[in-house]
């Protein structure tokens, strides 16, 4: 009977240490198991992680790379943009040396001053904005190109005493494009604020004929400023960028009054009027006095 329990007993007790056994194989295989996954898992993560961060890396790395070219593009826009600057008031001052004895002479030489700045300077703006976006670097070459279409329309009224209109300007630009690339246009805007500084420059043309005795045509000087101001008061207000505008109609206004008034004290009072120093015109009380008597 002992003998019987005792056996009983010991395979109880094996049966016991083998199930443990196999519990502990489990648990251990679950564990590895378990650490295995984790270690995956974490390896994954660490995968996306660097390739996330490198992705960023390389977005930033263009996005700088954009805007150094787009610096460097706007200070070699601004540079040529000086030129054209500087090269334009060139032809202003020449045609302002124009008299009724060397129209010709004078107006030829500025014809070809003009077409200097269009193919030595101007080329460079279109060289550089042909095919891009031009009103991201507006404000880089809009003086340069003000002052060229005032040079451009002074020449013109000289020339033939009509405006020189936006359509014939950009019309002499295009062959100075790409044909097979978007070409740069000079846009309503910038025309209008050079059409605006134009009129300073008729107001000195005027005043500096009517001290030469052209009288007439510092009045058709006048009518024609008088016009462009008056068709001006109508655009502006509409406009949404005016502020330049705006400013530059004050100076404008200011600009067709001194030749209005230039002009009428001519007109009214008539005899005291000296159209020039010495003067052979009989309507001039210094007829025959020479300039050593003064």
């Not at 019987?4 to 648990?27: D, E, H, Q």
């Not at 679950?30 to 984790?38: K, Y």
């Not at 610096?71 to 045609?95: C, G, L, P, W, Y």
Request: charged share 25%; net charge neutral.
């Amino acid at each position: 009977m002992l003998l019987c329990s005792s056996a009983v007993i010991r395979r109880i007790s094996v049966s016991w240490l083998i199930m443990a056994n196999n519990s502990n194989l489990k648990s251990h295989r679950q564990s590895r198991s378990a650490d295995a996954s984790m270690a995956l898992e974490s390896s994954t993560k660490r995968a996306r992680t660097m390739s996330t961060h490198s992705s960023i890396k390389d977005a930033f790395s263009n996005y700088a790379d954009y805007l150094n070219a787009l610096n460097e593009k706007r200070e070699r826009i601004v540079k040529a943009s000086r030129d054209v600057t500087m090269n334009s008031k060139k032809v202003i001052f020449q045609v302002h040396r124009i008299s009724k004895n060397n129209k010709e002479e004078v107006l030829e030489k500025a014809e070809k001053d003009l077409a200097a700045v269009r193919d030595q300077h101007i080329s460079r703006l279109v060289k550089e904005l042909q095919g891009t976006d031009f009103w991201k670097l507006r404000r880089a070459y809009s003086p340069g190109v003000q002052e060229y279409v005032e040079a451009a329309t002074f020449f013109k009224f000289c020339q033939t005493g009509t405006l020189l209109n936006l359509d014939e300007i950009n019309a002499s630009l295009l062959p100075l494009s790409d044909p097979s690339i978007e070409p740069l246009q000079i846009n309503l805007l910038d025309y209008l604020l050079g059409l605006a500084d134009l009129t300073g420059e008729l107001m000195r043309l005027a005043i500096g004929r009517i001290s030469d005795g052209e009288v007439e045509f510092s009045e058709r000087i006048c009518q024609f400023v008088r016009e462009i101001y008056r068709e001006l008061t109508l655009v502006v207000p509409l406009m949404d960028d005016s502020y330049d505008m705006k400013t530059k109609m004050i100076t404008m206004l200011q600009s067709v009054v001194k030749i209005e008034n230039a002009c009428f004290s001519v007109r009214v009072r008539g005899s005291e009027y000296i159209p020039l120093l010495g003067s052979s015109d009989p309507s001039s009380f210094l007829v025959g006095v020479s300039d050593a008597e003064f």
